[in-house]
């Protein structure tokens, strides 16, 4: 178990510049924040090439703000950055009188833990520094494998959306919910085996009913729109059991 002050957790498949951990840990601690948050750069497996990746961490959407609170960034919280927890350092006592923890599915188990964790820090700030080389083009990766257990990010946006309301905040960031929760469908249930699920889930997220100008993105939400313009949910077949009993009284009666 861990017993430093502070928590990190590193993919394998990764490699970080040397004085990440120093200058990440010095962020929190000059600023009493329950996490901080650094960029990232990719590393191209095939070509050795390294690029930029600024979907990672998108400080411009918070104002290019160092230090703020979940409450400053509301509007994007769940939008700036990814639920990926290799480019995030935790207070372990945070973690633990918030009772945060890692849901047990093979992918998507970061999300709930990540976004919970933002929503109810009291402060976050941010490293200016890239330290951490994430690896593309790799098969044997996660990303790679997302096809493989699409359900899986179903349950932890449920899960997320679960805590918040039982928190008292979801309100307070459900425009950057739903649209991330968008975002994240589009991602894991690409393809046309999967769109019956992802319609059944966008009307359990909340992304069904919302206006053109709900929405960040004008890509995704064109994406959205042709997916349901294939089958509207009315046209979705569901097998609905209701338990009768003493059926032949209410039978007669009808």
Known sequence: ?????????????????????????RKPKEHMADLCICGARFYHEQTKEV?????????????????F??????EYLYNFVTPAPWNKMFDRKFLIREGLKFQNTKRSNDLYFTYAAMSVAKTI??????????????????????????QDCIHALLRLKEELIKRGIFK???????????????????????????????????????????????????????????NSPEDLLVSVVIPMYQKEKKIAGC
């Open 1 to 25: 178990y861990a017993r430093g002050e502070y928590v990190v957790f590193l993919d394998p498949d990764d490699f970080f510049e040397r004085d990440m951990m120093e200058g990440m840990y």
């Open 125 to 150: 700030t941010i490293y200016r520094k890239k330290p951490v080389y994430y690896r593309v083009g790799m098969s044997t990766n996660l990303q790679a494998s997302r096809h493989e257990r699409p």
């Open 51 to 67: 690029t930029k990746a600024p979907w990672i961490l998108n400080a411009g959407m918070v104002k290019n703000r160092e230090v």
């Open 69 to 74: 609170t979940p409450h400053d960034a509301a």
């Open 172 to 230: 307070q960031f459900e425009r950057s919910y739903i649209n991330m929760a968008l975002s994240t469908c589009l991602y894991n249930l690409p393809g046309e085996k999967e769109r019956e699920i992802f319609l059944i889930a966008a009307g359990r997220l909340g992304i069904r009913g919302r206006g053109r100008k709900y929405f960040y993105n004008e890509k995704e939400y064109e994406q959205y729109l042709e997916k349901n313009q294939k």
